[in-house]
């Protein structure tokens, strides 16, 4: 062993050891290895940085805003109050989650599979009261196994079949990986729906104070216009699309106040007075398509896009010329350009119409504007805004532009028009410039210190192929399964792929140790097909660590995961994958 080769062992070695340790956070802990090794030789200068220009930070970046673009838009709340409006059973929830996710990952990239259902674990989550984690990395573990059923599923058996080209003059075929990659599909899941709860419920590791702040009992208006999908429905059926989380207080029909009971017959143009948090009242507002405040927007007045139109959350402090004053009488929308969304009084239920409410000091409002007009308002008026956070009530949506962008991205990925970081790339781009996004919300999406992390190891990883250490492990597996009987080495070459991947990409993984797979087949006289099966489907389930493939990057973040959370469900897994996988290699691609 040189030096290099040692050096790098031993960087990757201690980095693992302070990831499992968890003291400091994953990107620095990224980004001190590499400067280490800089400074001791193994990665040049000129190839430092390489990592932000590679593709898997590419892809992760604009998966991340794709998935907030479709979580945004509410289509993934009319889809699941439509269609799954009684699934709340965590264990049903996660059920479908994997098994839609295992099915769509063997036809279109696992990471496109896997960044749709996102947004609909963030909906069951909060459907169940329970922490996203609890779908997340399940979730990611089953797109990997759903990759392993067909030839286009993952990289390393697209690369695979082109390996076997070159040693026997014919490839693998697009349903030859079918057989054992169902099965294994098919074990993994049911596993992943028992032992999921080997993973504790972590939450989200970048809440904020933004997001600290949780205010349920604002009431708000909302009128029923001609066309809403609610008018002659009960309105217990409309109340249901809160989710719990926000209720009527009263009707307000053509003058007389009637009681809000569940089983009243919604009409067209009536006044209804909602109490609850934002997030419920806008599922609301926007699945049963009401209009808040009159549907007075801002831009109709100035002309300024939609895209300038925002809402805050402001407290009215004591001495603000709005104490003992009515939106109605100030007139806000007329002479400032203002809407009163919702107003929120601690320890009372507002019961009078939106525009009628005497404001207090110490009143929690939502107030929506442009970013112009918003800020000299609220400075003039004595509001003092809370640490800014997403308000979506009154937003304007775009629900069928995000599904068209996504389902171009993965069509022309699937037929090889353009490669996966480009689509995803366009599709993250479009996704700003049809405003279903916002520009000023782009890089909340984006998870600044997951991209730094790949980043930085991008460069550190690959120090075990530029030093030589890569082949250095292939010439010790080659030696000890030599002596090992045909199932022993089958077990050997499939696990060590796994414990490669890591560390390099999985298409490198299948470059590296498919050569050492067939020549130790040759030398014992046996077919290589199985050994580069087992290749394959040990470089595409990397199921130990957040940094071997991009989908176990892309959940760490919105779940909360600590390094160390993979093993727990992954190891498991990789050992139910390596029991079902070499019996099943050798009854499906017999060795003689």
């Not at 599923?153 to 697209?158: D, E, I, K, L, Y």
């Amino acid at each position: 062993m040189t030096a290099e080769q040692s050096l790098s062992f031993l960087v990757i070695g201690t980095m693992m050891a302070f990831f499992i340790w968890d003291r400091f956070r994953y990107d620095i802990v990224a980004c001190s290895a590499l400067m280490l090794s800089v400074a001791v030789g193994i990665v040049p200068f000129d190839h430092a940085f390489d990592g932000f220009s590679d593709d898997i930070v590419i892809i992760v970046g604009s998966a991340l805003i794709v998935s907030a673009g479709v979580a945004r838009s509410g289509v993934v709340d009319a889809a699941i109050q439509r269609f799954l409006p009684d699934l709340t059973s965590v264990r049903a929830q996660l059920a479908l989650l994997v098994v839609t996710v295992t099915v769509l990952s063997a036809f279109i990239k696992n990471i496109g599979a896997l960044a749709i259902m996102i947004p609909v674990a963030f909906q069951f989550a909060r459907r169940s009261n329970v922490q996203p984690s609890v779908f997340l990395m399940p979730m990611a573990f089953g797109s990997l196994i759903g990759g392993l059923m067909t030839q286009i599923g993952t990289s390393p058996n697209v690369v695979v079949s082109r390996m076997r080209q070159d040693l026997t003059g014919e490839s693998f075929t697009m349903f030859d990986f079918t057989p054992v990659g169902a099965s294994l599909a098919a074990v993994g899941a049911v596993f992943l729906l028992f032992a999921y709860r080997l993973v504790p419920e972590r939450k989200s590791q970048h809440v904020s104070v933004n997001q600290a702040i949780e205010i349920t009992d604002y009431t708000s208006e909302a009128i029923v216009p001609a066309g809403s999908p609610g008018i002659g429905k009960p309105l217990g059926n409309l109340v249901k699309l809160g989710d719990g989380g926000a209720v009527v207080i009263a009707i307000f029909r053509r003058g007389t106040h009637l009681a809000p009971l569940p089983d009243i017959k919604v009409e067209a143009d009536d006044i209804l007075l909602l109490e609850g948090g934002p997030a419920a009242l806008d599922r609301i507002v926007s699945q049963a398509k009401l209009r808040i405040s009159g549907d007075r927007s801002p831009a109709a007045s100035n002309g300024k896009a939609p895209a300038d139109i925002e809402a805050v959350e402001a407290v009215i402090a004591s001495g603000s010329p709005l104490v003992g004053m009515t939106a109605q009488r100030l007139a806000l929308f007329n002479n400032h350009n203002i809407n009163l969304l919702a107003v929120s009084r601690q320890g009372e239920r507002l019961k009078q119409r939106l525009g009628s409410i005497r404001l207090q000091a110490g009143d929690i409002v939502v107030l929506q504007g442009t970013r112009r007009d918003l800020p000299p308002f609220l400075q003039d008026f004595g509001c003092l805004p809370l640490a800014q956070r997403e308000i979506l009530l009154g937003t304007i949506r775009r629900a069928t532009v995000p599904l068209l962008v996504l389902a171009a991205a993965m069509g022309a990925t699937a037929i090889g028009v353009v490669p996966v970081p480009v689509a995803f790339f366009a599709a993250a781009l479009a996704m700003v410039v049809f405003r279903v996004i916002p520009l000023r919300d782009v890089y909340r999406a984006v998870d600044g210190p997951i991209l730094v992390m790949l980043a930085a190891l991008i460069p550190v990883s690959d120090t075990l192929r530029t030093t030589g250490g890569s082949d250095l492990i292939a010439g010790w597996l080659s030696g000890v399964a030599s002596g090992l009987p045909p199932a022993g080495a089958l077990a050997l070459i499939l696990i060590a792929a796994m414990a490669v991947t890591p560390f390099l990409n999985n298409a490198a993984t299948v470059l590296v140790m498919a050569p050492i797979a067939a020549s130790f087949a040759a030398a014992l006289e046996y077919r290589p097909d199985a050994f580069l099966m087992a290749v394959a489907i040990g470089a595409g389930s990397d199921f130990l660590t957040p940094i071997g493939h991009q989908c176990n990057t892309l959940v760490m973040g919105p779940g909360g995961y600590r390094f160390s959370d993979y093993p727990r469900l992954g190891l498991p897994l990789s050992i139910v994958i390596v029991l079902v996988a070499v019996p099943m290699l050798l009854w499906v691609w017999p060795l003689r």
